[in-house]
């Protein structure tokens, strides 16, 4: 363990609302116990919230004029597995889809796609209404949270993966 550079993480809702509970991202809010041990583990971590996460998305122009043009097994694959309809051009459900994950990778491959401040966390474990969520504290673990992101130049760099 001691050998590894950076655990990067997509998790947390440090000061932005949740997104299963008022408080609490998905991702914490299964296993709290699990990602106070992973922060509190002497780790160097790079977290990426919906607080950055939530700025970087596709909307139905972009599929249609950036990522539909690519054309190829790949692009297709992603239309089709985020849920967008290219008869209807519409989401399943939604107006935009959330790039999390890979602006994690992203995050990975350039971390000056991000703005980045240490924070000390801790994670609730303690079962009840904020259950779950990450809260800043004057003492606690130091991670490397993502704050903003440069939104267009992640765009550019997760299309020119597609092609």
Same mark, same amino acid.
């Given at each position: 363990?001691?050998?590894?550079?950076?655990?990067?993480?997509?998790?947390?809702?440090?000061?932005?609302?949740?997104?299963?509970?008022?408080?609490?991202?998905?991702?914490?809010?299964?296993?709290?116990?699990?990602?106070?041990?992973?922060?509190?583990?002497?780790?160097?971590?790079?977290?990426?919230?919906?607080?950055? +996460?939530?700025?970087?998305?596709?909307?139905? @122009?972009?599929? #249609?004029? !950036?990522? /539909?043009?690519?054309?190829?097994?790949?692009? %297709?694959?992603?239309?089709?597995?985020?849920?967008?309809?290219?008869?209807?051009?519409?989401?399943?459900?939604?107006?935009?889809?959330?790039?999390?994950?890979?602006?994690?990778?992203?995050?990975?491959?350039?971390?000056?796609?991000?703005?980045?401040?240490?924070?000390?966390?801790?994670?609730? +474990?303690?079962?009840?209404?904020?259950?779950? @969520?990450?809260? #800043?504290? !004057?003492? /606690?673990?130091?991670?490397?949270?993502?704050? %903003?992101?440069?939104?267009?130049?992640?765009?550019?760099?997760?299309?020119?993966?597609?092609?």
């Amino acid at each position: 363990m001691r050998k590894l550079k950076e655990v990067a993480i997509m998790g947390g809702a440090v000061r932005t609302k949740g997104n299963i509970t008022p408080h609490a991202e998905f991702n914490i809010f299964v296993d709290p116990l699990a990602a106070k041990m992973v922060f509190e583990s002497g780790l160097p971590i790079t977290m990426v919230p919906l607080d950055v +996460t939530h700025q970087v998305f596709l909307t139905p @122009q972009v599929i #249609e004029g !950036k990522v /539909g043009p690519i054309n190829n097994s790949f692009s %297709r694959f992603m239309i089709e597995a985020i849920g967008y309809d290219l008869t209807t051009h519409k989401f399943a459900g939604k107006e935009l889809i959330y790039l999390h994950d890979p602006l994690v990778v992203g995050v990975v491959i350039d971390p000056n796609l991000v703005r980045i401040e240490q924070l000390s966390l801790d994670v609730e +474990t303690e079962e009840g209404e904020h259950y779950g @969520q990450i809260k #800043e504290v !004057k003492e /606690g673990a130091k991670v490397e949270v993502c704050l %903003r992101a440069d939104a267009k130049r992640f765009l550019e760099l997760f299309l020119s993966r597609l092609k």
